[in-house]
């Protein structure tokens, strides 16, 4: 599997990390850090540690799981440690973890003494196809996600099946989302090779060809001009439904499967306005519906999903604009949705 070539960097698949000691030795680095959140300091670190060695060679920061630990004050407890460890400009941060780790660990890296070198190693699928590639970094702030943040690159990422053993299913369901997307807007036969591939447990090989795929799109638009808006394919609806799903239900639905909600409505909108034939809006139906369980979204709940739906950045003015597949591997931008035309779509969604 070849060394993708990203903005200034590799992306490393094969022996990534044995390449990422070879990386810090030319790097000259003065120090590594470490950043783990309490689930990779477990699961992945050890692995790390077969190729950095135990103990003297880095600092390790840990911080709490999950997405509530995205946001400033997190990033104030990274800093300061990095202080007291006595990180100089030639520090660098080596990222362990899923999204939350890549982008605040990006984040954290960009600002600190206006900005010292990163490496991500991710360790979840979400975070392999979609978070670690694309050079945006960033944090929460109050319930706006991703509102503080740059783009800044890494000096390199490092992909390794080896950390999805460890991943609860459904955490494998959120990113195999993304790639399927990957496969929707922009390559049939990546799509088919998907639908007839077994994927608890993807293969690097399919990661890489997402990979590809997602750099391909931001390496033409690295700051969200024009074609990138391509990645946004479910996003517009399965955005409102992840935040309307985290702030009703008790198990929140994951990144995925909001996304996987929103690419089957989106499929109908294709459908409807965008020229995607009956025949292939069913067979996403139908792929979706043997991988994904069924989401309940209420009727009632469908101004509120709207008016989400108005609130996101994507939008200007009052029109949803909607990424929207022509035919199966080709994307459409800029599609003008009304509120009924996107409400049909829940409901078809619904029924
Ligand atoms: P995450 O980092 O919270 O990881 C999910 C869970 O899996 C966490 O509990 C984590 O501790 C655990 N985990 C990670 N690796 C593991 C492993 N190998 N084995 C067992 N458990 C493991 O979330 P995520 O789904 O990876 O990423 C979501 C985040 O990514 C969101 O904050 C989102 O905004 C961000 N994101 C960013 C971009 C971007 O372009 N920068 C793109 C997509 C998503
Ligand atoms: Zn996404």
């Given at each position: 599997?070849?060394?993708?070539?990203?903005?200034?960097?590799?992306?490393?698949?094969?022996?990534?990390?044995?390449?990422?000691?070879k990386?810090?030795?030319?790097?000259?680095?003065?120090?590594?850090?470490?950043?783990?959140?309490?689930n990779?300091s477990?699961?992945?670190?050890?692995?790390?540690?077969?190729?950095?060695?135990?103990?003297?060679?880095?600092d390790?920061?840990?911080?709490?799981?999950?997405e509530?630990?995205?946001?400033i004050?997190?990033?104030?407890?990274?800093?300061?440690?990095?202080?007291?460890?006595?990180?100089?400009?030639?520090?660098l941060?080596?990222?362990?973890?899923g999204?939350?780790?890549?982008?605040?660990?990006?984040?954290?890296?960009?600002?600190y003494?206006?900005?010292?070198?990163?490496?991500q190693?991710?360790?979840?699928?979400?975070?392999?196809v979609?978070?670690?590639v694309?050079?945006?970094?960033g944090?929460?702030?109050?319930?706006?996600?991703?509102?503080?943040?740059?783009?800044?690159?890494?000096?390199?990422?490092?992909?390794?099946?080896?950390?999805?053993k460890?991943?609860?299913?459904?955490?494998?369901?959120?990113?195999?989302?993304?790639?399927?997307?990957?496969?929707?807007?922009?390559?049939?036969a990546?799509?088919?090779k998907?639908?007839?591939?077994d994927?608890?447990?993807?293969?690097?090989?399919?990661?890489?060809?997402s990979?590809?795929i997602?750099?391909?799109?931001?390496?033409?638009?690295?700051?969200?001009?024009?074609?990138?808006?391509a990645?946004?394919?479910?996003?517009?609806?399965?955005?409102?439904?992840?935040?309307?799903?985290?702030?009703?239900?008790?198990?929140?639905l994951?990144?995925?499967?909001?996304?996987?909600?929103?690419?089957?409505?989106?499929?109908?909108?294709?459908?409807?306005?965008?020229?995607?034939?009956?025949?292939?809006?069913?067979?996403?139906?139908?792929?979706?519906?043997?991988?994904?369980?069924?989401?309940?979204?209420a009727?009632?709940?469908?101004?509120?999903?709207?008016?989400?739906?108005?609130?996101?950045?994507?939008?200007?003015?009052?029109?949803?604009?909607?990424?929207?597949?022509?035919r199966?591997?080709?994307?459409?931008i800029?599609?003008?949705?009304?509120?009924?035309?996107?409400?049909?779509?829940l409901?078809?969604?619904?029924?």
């Open positions: 599997m070849e060394t993708i070539q990203s903005n200034g960097y590799n992306i490393y698949f094969e022996d990534s990390l044995t390449q990422l000691v990386f810090i030795e030319q790097g000259k680095y003065s120090r590594s850090f470490v950043l783990t959140d309490e990779t477990v699961h992945c670190l050890p692995l790390l540690q077969q190729y950095l060695g135990e103990d003297g060679n880095y390790l920061i840990e911080i709490n799981a999950g509530e630990s995205k946001n004050d997190f990033c104030v407890g990274v800093w300061k440690m990095l202080i007291d460890f006595g990180a100089d400009r030639k520090a941060m080596i990222n362990l973890g999204g939350v780790i890549t982008d605040l660990g990006g984040f954290v890296a960009s600002t003494k206006r900005g010292i070198d990163f490496v190693i991710p360790t979840t699928l979400l975070s392999q979609d978070a670690s694309g050079g945006k970094t944090v929460d702030l109050d319930s706006i996600k991703n509102i503080i943040g740059t783009f800044t690159q890494p000096k390199a990422v490092f992909m390794a099946a080896e950390f999805f460890t991943l609860p299913d459904r955490q494998i369901l959120s990113g195999l989302a993304e790639m399927l997307k990957h496969g929707l807007i922009c390559d049939a990546y799509w088919d998907l639908k007839t591939s994927l608890s447990l993807p293969s690097l090989e399919l990661v890489h060809r990979v590809e997602k750099n391909e799109v931001v390496t033409e638009d690295p700051h969200e001009h024009g074609i990138r808006k990645l946004n394919f479910g996003h517009t609806i399965g955005h409102a439904v992840e935040t309307y799903s985290m702030l009703h239900d008790s198990d929140p994951t990144h995925g499967e909001a996304i996987a909600v929103g690419m089957v409505c989106e499929a109908w909108l294709s459908n409807k306005k965008a020229g995607l034939s009956d025949a292939e809006l069913a067979e996403i139906v139908e792929v979706f519906g043997k991988l994904y369980p069924k989401h309940k979204i009727d009632d709940s469908y101004p509120a999903l709207f008016t989400l739906m108005q609130k996101d950045k994507k939008n200007q003015g009052n029109k949803i604009n909607c990424t929207l597949l022509t199966i591997g080709q994307f459409s800029d599609n003008i949705c009304t509120e009924d035309e996107l409400c049909d779509s409901r078809y969604y619904t029924t």
